[in-house]
């Protein structure tokens, strides 16, 4: 049902009012807690041959990032186990956090970059991760890691996705886990796995999890909710899995023994997809016309056609505009304008309010207005993301180079994405402050979140603004990016050589650093100015 024009006028005006406040400060509803999304490729499903794994951060966790460099240990040195290290405030904090254990050190630590969940080390090794919670009787706390932790140290000692699924398997049967049903989507430069883990019960200190790996030539998806399905247990190339992973499906309940066993089926019991696994896998094999009403769907799927990275990127954007699942597909108006020779004619626009990341209360008083108005689909692309990557992981060329990084703040659709390379030595100071507690201009996020929700006051017109400027960051990486790898590998054969002189140098990733920062510094200052500008040209919109 359309709404009439003079009842969208009023229903709008009373939108923007109640809207503002709330679009630039209100934490994310309740029925929006599904956070994280990770989109992987195998190294035969992309057009350049790298290997992709990704994540969003959807969720209320700190948003400063900081390289780690390698380091060398002592004999009896130890590793501190820590909870709480994804709400603190700096890269210097240690507020909300408890020493939980300790585990003996490795003699060499390889460097990594230090997310919430830690996401990308110097040897091209790439964990992206997605909460799906799984059963409440399996959750423990007598274990002693998180999953974040787990990500860390797999980075900091491996160099290969077996070696990392390994060794948590190993930490995780030593230690314990006690965090929800997590999947980490582990890449390397050959391949990408999609490993699930759960706890193995209330009063017990182990775990159960199952790894499988995305054949070379497909695409998946983890979002939120446990995928795997049947394990080959005969087919260690593909499947990975704790030793008890059927004894305590059964001791359990979960499974009878009898049934073919699904590690989903077992674990979560829930449906093994929604909205954004069906929508991805769809729009990239659309020729498999996958059934959203079906009962499943296929782990993963080969792609019509083969991936460029930058598809990946617009699927991390989108809100499914266009489609039967867009979200204000039916607050569109028919009007009547008039063009400049005074010739009338028919445009559809959206009333000024809507947005695809309507709160619930605004969405329950469209609803009450005229039944069926407003959709609600968790999109890929929400207001709530903390931060976003998509890694790529490329073997034809040094770990230096060839592992690089499209990082965002805050709202994907709306932020752009700036390279940073696994040879990387630092970032922006700006990037190692928090912006979820307060305001900061010292804080790159807030450059980011403070033009985005102001774009939200008005989407009609903010769309218009921010979308293309978006565009232009991407196009201005992409133009550049070929010449900027070419002279890195330049600057590489020169730090070899000094090497062999015994005058070590590190001009490439020198090199690549100021690049990567140099990018950093312009989309903030960017966003400053664009915020500024849409204070003023929305100023009658509050």
């Known amino acids: 049902m359309k709404l009439s024009v003079t009842k969208m006028f009023f229903l709008s005006v009373f939108l923007l009012l109640s809207f503002t406040i709330n679009t630039i400060f209100s934490q994310p ?99 992206g991760e997605t909460t799906f919670g799984g059963r409440r009787e399996l959750k423990s706390e007598k274990g002693m890691f998180l999953i974040e932790e787990l990500e860390r140290i797999a980075l900091q000692r491996c160099t290969t996705a077996r070696q990392a699924i390994r060794l948590i398997g190993e930490l995780i049967k030593e230690y314990g886990y006690a ?19 759960m706890g193995e019960g209330k009063d017990k200190t182990g775990g159960v999890w199952a790894a499988e790996r995305i054949p070379d030539n497909h695409v998946g998806i983890s979002a939120n909710i446990c995928r795997i399905g049947e394990i080959d247990s005969k087919d260690p190339d593909y499947f990975m899995f704790s030793e008890n992973v059927f004894d305590l499906a059964k001791e359990m309940g979960f499974w009878d023994g009898k049934k073919t066993f699904k590690f989903w089926e077992a674990y979560s019991g829930e449906k093994p997809f929604s909205i ?94 005229d039944s069926g108005i407003v959709v609600r689909n968790r999109p890929v692309s929400v207001q709530y993301c903390a931060y976003s990557w998509v890694a790529q992981l490329r073997d034809w060329l040094p770990d230096e180079v060839g592992g690089r990084i499209w990082f965002g703040f805050d709202v994907p659709r709306e932020s752009p994405r700036i390279p940073i390379y696994a040879g990387n030595l630092s970032l922006p ?95 903030i200052n960017r966003w400053w100015e664009l915020g500024d500008e849409l204070w003023v040209k929305f100023r009658w919109s509050f």
């Open 429 to 523: 100071k700006s990037f190692a402050i928090c912006g979820q507690d307060h305001f900061s201009r010292e804080s790159a996020m807030w450059a980011f979140r403070r033009a985005n929700r102001l774009a939200m006051v008005n989407w009609g017109k903010g769309k218009e603004i921010i979308e293309p400027l978006v565009m232009e960051f991407e196009n201005k990486a992409f133009d550049e990016i070929d010449f900027i790898e070419k002279k890195a590998l330049e600057l590489l054969k020169k730090d070899q050589e000094n090497s062999k002189s015994g005058n070590p140098t590190q001009l490439a990733q020198e090199f690549l650093t100021n690049y990567s920062n140099d990018f950093a510094r312009a989309a």
């Open 276 to 369: 954004r696994e069906y929508f991805v896998l769809s729009t990239l094999a659309p020729s498999l016309n996958l059934d959203f009403e079906a009962d499943e769907i296929p782990f993963s799927v080969k792609p019509d056609k083969k991936v460029d990275v930058r598809d990946v990127l617009k699927l991390y954007r989108t809100t499914y505009d266009g489609t039967e699942w867009e979200m204000i597909r039916n607050l569109k108006i028919t009007v009547k304008r008039k063009d400049k020779n005074d010739s009338t004619y028919t445009d559809t626009i959206i009333s000024p309010a809507a947005h695809p990341w309507m709160a619930r209360d605004k969405r329950n008083l469209l609803n009450s207005l």
């Open 179 to 197: 965090d929800y049903g997590e999947c980490i989507t582990i890449a390397d430069k050959k391949e990408v796995w999609q490993m699930e883990i």
């Open 29 to 127: 509803d309740e029925e929006y807690n599904e956070s994280c999304t990770s989109i992987m490729a195998g190294k035969n499903a992309t057009t350049d041959g790298s290997v992709i794994t990704a994540h969003t951060c959807d969720a209320y966790y700190r948003t400063w990032l900081q390289f780690v460099p390698a380091r060398i240990h002592k004999e009896g040195d130890m590793h501190q186990v820590k909870w709480g290290t994804v709400h603190t405030s700096s890269a210097w904090s240690n507020e909300n956090v408890e020493i939980k254990g300790e585990i003996p050190e490795v003699e060499k630590t390889y460097a990594y970059l230090n997310t919430a969940y830690p996401c990308l080390n110097e040897k091209q090794l790439a964990i």
